[in-house]
């Protein structure tokens, strides 16, 4: 969905048929609201692909779900089932954050698209408060179905070479309209202009699409300024949070609900709203009730925060507050800021040696913003005067921006900005640039709300970089320990891969090793219990002990016993798993002695391939006289023996055994004659059968064919 393609491709009808399948389980299990997601290869990021039954802005802050957030979509992902929450009340205590932002009642529904033991994404569904208590029996095979179809789609339609990809804003799903006659839809029309009160129609966005001359006259504004736009950014005087939560809630619950307000100088209105699946129908009529809530005078305060803007910023500064590193930020930013608050451009960017680096763009090109990138702090620009000053800077027209920055390029079609400095503790962050098509008014109330946002990020921003600073120098110290390079032994292919965990300090214990000894060559793999640097500093020492005796010639049994008896001995309250092989090029041999470790696997040069299932050992560090079982294989020319940590098969709430059986069966099945390709197949598939969370150590390893 994000390549471009032509009409009636595959891809186009890929689309189509994921459009269709999200519409049918929508209407057969009779929810209002649908959300799909999509995991793209290789990221821990769910992202909002298809959005039905509600407006892309009221879905905005769910356009991106790490993996590893506690969302309903992300945890049914993780334990592989459907996850139904029956009650606003068990929906705050599982989901807390979701409970702040959507504080209304309804049901909810989510479950995975999975297919083997691979991750495609997942769907939430959303069911008004009159539903059941339960899923029906027919309910959840819709829904079980649904996720199975999706996941065979996705599946085939990467396996052809054209992945469903997320777009880069989400599709909207149109409400199915049943077929209208012209001629009563007259009738409808001339009856709503007959009745003496008044009535409007809103979409699910809550721009108005329809309203009659006795509600234009009621509210005081012609139709043709209130068609196309949402009442509350037209009629001043309907511009509370209140009245604009009414909204949301009915779009959201399904149920009906009610407000009154005060049109100036002392007009009470009542105002009903009915909500379907396509819409909200309003009633407007005038009410004598005392004591309503009484818009604020214009003269002295300023234009109220909108209750959607209000959202949009809790549910930011709790993403916010997960966010670790500074690519974790800045994907927050640019795919939430432009959908939630409203601009067309953004520019992220950090200050750093007296100049500003662009770490983040949406809605420009990358040749457009490359030629700000590096901009001296002290130079004439709106974003360094922002930073210099301390203070944002708004231009509601180009005109006002052309007088103070006359020189200024100007991306085409924009016509408002905001430059907002980016400072934490009196510490220069960095900038943010937002800019708008249209003009914009820029009120207090919105003004307020954006440099709150700024506040936020900044602060976001300085712990990202605290944590990037400490990830690099964790990334150094665990690549000291690792080989930089594997020793070339005639007669063997090897590669080898190492990824760290999704977070945390992205250090831990794993470690591999390959020593030529003439006229045998030792493989070990080995995971040292723990993500620290305690973790590290005993991997190296484990590496270098089984080093020292492979080198002296120790068969793979008595390696593990020696090494045990050292760990034993230092006592470091860390067990470690170990497994070692001793090839035996000239024989086509290999004994093989484990410590606890996953079983490695055999591929035979037919193809077929097996766990081998070795003598268990206890981890190494419990017992200083544990045995050590040695297990001797044929290795003949053109097989290949994979040694991998757990972090390669492990995934939570699922057996090991199973994801150990789906790695072999992957392995079986591709044929690439290069090792590094073949690695690079492995960590794919890994990757995109669960978010990882502990460290991935691989060692691929093939006997060469004797040449003539």
């Known amino acids: 969905m994000q390549q471009p393609v032509g009409p009636g491709s595959e891809s186009d009808s890929g689309v189509a048929r994921l459009d269709a399948l999200t519409a049918d389980v929508v209407r057969d299990t009779g929810a209002s609201i649908g959300l799909l997601f999509l995991l793209p290869p290789g990221e821990e990021v769910l992202r909002l692909a298809l959005v039905s039954g509600v407006s892309r802005q009221l879905a905005a802050p769910w356009a991106r779900v790490p993996m590893d957030a506690s969302t309903p979509v992300a945890d049914a992902i993780h334990e592989r089932r459907l996850i139904w929450l029956g009650s606003q009340e068990e929906m705050a205590r599982r989901y807390p954050q979701l409970g702040v932002v959507l504080p209304y009642d309804f049901m909810l529904a989510a479950a995975p698209l999975t297919a083997d033991s691979l991750v495609w994404g997942g769907i939430v569904l959303l069911w008004p408060v009159w539903h059941p208590p339960q899923l029906s029996p027919q309910e959840r095979e819709t829904v079980t179905t649904f996720c199975r179809l999706a996941a065979d789609l996705l599946e085939e339609a990467a396996a052809h070479g054209r992945p469903l990809l997320p777009p880069e804003e989400p599709r909207l799903l149109p409400a199915q309209q049943p077929e209208s006659d012209p001629g009563q839809a007259m009738a409808a029309l001339r009856f709503t202009e007959r009745l003496p009160v008044g009535c409007c129609a809103l979409d699910l966005d809550g721009r108005l699409t329809f309203i009659n001359p006795v509600g234009a006259e009621l509210v005081g504004a012609g139709a043709a300024s209130l068609v196309g736009n949402r009442p509350w950014e037209v009629l001043l005087w309907l511009h509370e949070p209140l009245f604009e939560d009414r909204y949301r809630s009915a779009a959201i619950t399904r149920r009906p609900t009610s407000f009154t307000a005060v049109r100036p100088p002392d007009t009470p209105l009542f105002f009903q709203l009915y909500p379907s699946d396509d819409g909200i129908s309003v009633h407007i009529t005038p009410t004598a009730q005392q004591g309503v809530t009484r818009s604020r005078k214009a003269a002295t305060s300023g234009e109220p925060v909108g209750v959607v ?313 419990i017992a200083p006289e544990a045995d050590y079982p040695t297990t001797e294989i044929a290795l003949p020319p053109g097989a290949v023996l994979a040694l991998y940590t757990d972090g390669l098969v492990e995934i939570p709430g699922t057996d090991i055994d199973d994801t150990t059986n789906a790695l072999a069966q992957h392995l079986a099945q591709d044929q690439s004659q290069d090792l590094d390709a073949l690695a690079e197949t492995l960590i794919r598939h890994a990757e995109r059968s669960a978010p990882r969370h502990d460290d991935i150590a691989l060692l691929l390893i093939r006997p060469q064919a004797e040449s003539g």
Do not use: K
């Open 309 to 621: 803007a209000l959202y949009h910023l809790t549910h930011l500064a709790a993403a916010l507050a997960e966010a670790v590193s500074v690519q974790d930020v800045v994907g927050l930013v640019v795919d939430q800021i432009v959908p939630a608050f409203g601009p067309q451009g953004l520019v992220l960017m950090t200050a750093e040696e007296g100049r500003l680096h662009i770490i983040g763009h949406r809605g420009y090109s990358a040749e457009f913003v490359s030629r700000f990138d590096g901009t001296p702090l002290g130079a004439h620009t709106p974003t360094a005067h922002s930073l210099d000053t301390g203070a944002p800077a708004f231009f509601s027209t180009f005109a006002d921006f052309r007088r103070v920055y006359p020189d200024a390029p100007r991306h085409e079609g924009r016509s408002a900005w905001a430059f907002l400095p980016l400072t934490a503790s009196g510490r220069l962050i960095g900038s943010l640039a937002l800019s708008y098509d249209q003009p914009q008014p820029f009120p207090p109330a919105e003004r307020a709300i954006l440099t709150s946002l700024a506040g936020l990020l900044a602060q976001a921003l300085g712990r990202a970089r605290l944590y990037d600073a400490e990830h690099t120098l964790a990334h150094i110290l665990q690549t000291s320990l690792l080989p930089h390079a594997l020793p070339r032994i005639p007669g063997l292919d090897v590669a080898a891969r190492y990824l760290p965990a999704g977070h945390g300090m992205d250090i831990g214990g794993d470690f591999y090793d390959l020593i030529h000894t003439t006229p045998t060559a030792t493989a070990a793999i080995g995971d040292v219990q723990g993500h620290n640097t305690t973790a590290a500093a005993l991997m190296g020492q484990v590496r270098t002990a089984v080093h020292a005796h492979a080198t002296a010639g120790a068969p793979p049994g008595d390696l593990l016993a020696r090494t045990n008896r050292l760990l034993t001995d230092l006592d470091a309250g860390l067990f470690t798993s170990c497994l070692t092989v001793q090839l035996d090029l000239d024989h086509h041999r290999a004994l093989l002695a484990t410590a606890g470790h996953p079983p490695p696997l055999l591929r035979h040069p037919d193809g077929h391939t097996e766990v081998l299932h070795l003598p268990p050992g206890l981890l190494l560090g």
